[in-house]
C-alpha cells in the first residue's frame, strides 16, 4: 500500500498508551525534531485536501505559560499553565471546495478534519514519549 507498514497490534498499542495527562515537567526541554515530527503528523492527517487549519506552537516559556492560563478559562484545565508547549488549531476559513461540499452533503467538514489533526498530534506526541491533553476551547 506504500510506505511504513505497521502492524495492527502495535498501533493499538500506541492508541491505548495514549492518556490524557494533567501534569508536566515544567523543566523538561522540548526537542525541536520532535515536535517537527508531531505537526507533520498533523500537517499529513487527511481530509478533503482543504486543511482548515493552521498551528501555532508556542514554545516560549512566559508565552506558554499564558496560554495555559487562558485554556485554565472558568476553573477548568488549570494543569495547562504548567505544560512547556502549546499546540493551538485554528480554524481557518473554507476554501470554495469545503464550502460547497458542506452545504451538498449539510456536514460542517473543517471540524471533522480538524478533529483528525488533532488526533494525529495526540497519537504522533504518543509516539514522541510526550504527554497530551485535548483542550476544546469552550
Known amino acids: 500500500t506504500g510506505g511504513l507498514e505497521m502492524?495492527?497490534?502495535d498501533f493499538l498499542q500506541l492508541v491505548q498508551a495514549r492518556q490524557s495527562d494533567r501534569s508536566y515537567d515544567k523543566e523538561r526541554p522540548v526537542e525541536p525534531e520532535k515536535l517537527e515530527r508531531i505537526l507533520e503528523a498533523a500537517r499529513l492527517a487527511?481530509?478533503?485536501n482543504a486543511q482548515p487549519w493552521k498551528f501555532v506552537v508556542i514554545t516560549d516559556k512566559e508565552l506558554a505559560q499564558k496560554a495555559g492560563k487562558a485554556a485554565a478559562g472558568l476553573g477548568m484545565?488549570?494543569?495547562a499553565k504548567d505544560a512547556p508547549v502549546h499546540i493551538l488549531v485554528v480554524e481557518e476559513s473554507m476554501n470554495?471546495?469545503?464550502f460547497l461540499g458542506a452545504k451538498i452533503k449539510d456536514k460542517y467538514?473543517?471540524?471533522?478534519?480538524?478533529?483528525?489533526?488533532a488526533a494525529h498530534i495526540t497519537l504522533a506526541a504518543e509516539s514522541e514519549g510526550w504527554d497530551r491533553v485535548f483542550w476544546d476551547g469552550s
Open 7 to 9: 502492524a495492527y497490534t
Open 46 to 48: 487527511p481530509g478533503l
Open 77 to 79: 484545565n488549570k494543569f
Open 96 to 98: 470554495i471546495t469545503s
Open 109 to 117: 467538514f473543517p471540524l471533522i478534519d480538524i478533529g483528525i489533526a
